[in-house]
């Protein structure tokens, strides 16, 4: 029976006699050394100055052996070529039919599948060979939405995981609808540079649901506060998007408003903040009026022009006042050259003292934190010891 150590004698001599001699050993060969001798093979195929009559012998006796019935010699074809885009079209189609082990580093690596070959291997394969597929450096939108169709949230979770793989809003809907509860993948999605702030709200909402549910159900809270406690974690989530959304801003306040979120108390919790870019994206889509005009419309609360794009947009009278004390604070913090916490603790402090109601209520959880971090700030100067230590 013939060693490792024939191989190389075996596939030694000239063209014409490589072939015939490997056919002539193989099939007595143990099946360490039929793998090794067939990777050798191959990489003579891939690497050797072979004439094309004689690629294309070697490119026969190849597939050959994608029928071998030893696994470990499959694999060890597979391993040689997988990589290459000079490797044997139809062995590489045959790889990627294999049983896992085999096809896996074909279907990771191999350039010379197509995305028909691709789908059809989603569609039909389980899911170690959707997860290679997933994991490959190109994935076509087209394979990634049958990825995504025919996937678990694990598969999804490795296609999310990819950087090198683009996912298109339209695919990042669907992966949702069919997997948005799923925890780790809604964590993943939330790094995705590419993710739309309407969809990034989405997944915080998500978020935000699951926690009032699971304060009802499991530690008994009262459902109408479980309710107000998911509703402000909604609220929440629209102004931490909001805030790096940039030219995704109006999208974002659009989609509040389809899902009846935009509401006053989430302009004023905008506007206690200090996103007054929000606050003008806000009016602008209640009314019409062009951003540009609302931001002017905003420097002069007092004004019967502010008054009347209030009431355009359909916000309660109570809500004026607070509106115009807010706005008016924000600014004389301006002027007085403050930032931060320091500006909103002014701004709730001037509405706070001038209003009443559940629209100025709206200002003591701002007003509180700021003051908070002022005291902080405040302390942190006189014993800045205390909090070195501290750190």
Known sequence: MP??????????????????????????????????????????????????????????????????????????????????????????????????????????????????????????????EQAAIAARNAVSQLVALALVEYGSARICMVLACNPEVGLEPGLLVRMLERHGTDADLRSRLLLRPELPAPLRYRLLCNIADELGSMASDRLGMDERRAEHMTQDGRERSALVVAEDAGTELAGLVSHLRDEGQLTTAIVLKALSEGNLAFVIAAFSELTGVTPARVGGLLKDPEAAAFRALHRQAGMPRSSLSVFQQALGAWGEAERQRLEGAHARQLVAERVLAATEGAAAGLFVQSGADASRQVSRARLRQHAPEHFARAA
């Open 3 to 128: 060693h490792h150590a024939d191989v190389p004698a075996v596939l030694g001599g000239s063209q014409n006699d490589l072939v015939a001699r490997f056919l002539d050993w193989a099939p007595a060969a143990a099946p360490e050394a039929r793998a090794e001798g067939v990777a050798a093979l191959a990489r003579a195929f891939l690497y050797s100055d072979l004439s094309q009559s004689s690629r294309e012998i070697v490119a026969d006796v190849l597939a050959l052996f994608t029928e071998d019935s030893s696994f470990r010699v499959r694999s060890s074809l597979s391993g040689a070529l997988a990589r290459s885009a000079e490797a044997p079209p139809a062995v590489i189609r045959a790889l990627a039919y294999d049983v896992p082990d085999v096809a896996l580093p074909v279907l990771v690596f191999s350039p010379l599948l197509h995305d028909a070959d691709l789908v059809q291997l989603v569609t039909t394969r389980g899911e170690q």
